[in-house]
């Protein structure tokens, strides 16, 4: 059986995004959360439950990966006033590089036709620097 894989657009460049630190863990938390294959996530309630915090941090944490399009929110079929979640197909898991390989090649056509948006990722070559300067010690 094939080992289960992970885009490297998001997992190998989590360093660079531009999120804070909770949301960092947030969005580790909703990759290994992430439905394989379709990204599919479970709803604000159960991701508020799960991860032991209130429905209105949930949409907290959610914002920043809303504006990266790491994750995207579709109105609910359930509910007129609820949302779906998943992550970009750029951001799940996957059964298998081939899985993997054809769900960028259908998510890469999609957004060439304005049927998904891009994912809004920092291109940095390097380590972004800190912002204000650290006082390191040694500790004798």
Known sequence: MPKPVMSPLV????????????AVKFLCYLISRG?????????QQVMASEY??????????????FELAVVLRT????????NSYCLHP????YESSEAMDEA??????DMREGKLPP?????????PPAQGTTKLRSVA
């Open 119 to 127: 994912l809004q990722l920092p291109e940095y070559q390097a380590v």
């Open 52 to 65: 032991k915090v209130s429905p209105a941090a949930v949409s907290k944490l959610l914002d920043p990966l």
């Open 75 to 82: 109105p609910s079929e359930r509910s007129q006033r609820a």
């Open 35 to 43: 439905e394989m294959g379709t990204g599919n996530l479970p709803s």
């Open 11 to 22: 997992t190998e460049r989590i360093w660079a995004l531009p999120l804070g630190a909770a």
């Open 90 to 93: 750029l951001a799940a898991r």
């Open 104 to 109: 960028f090649a259908l998510a890469l056509q």
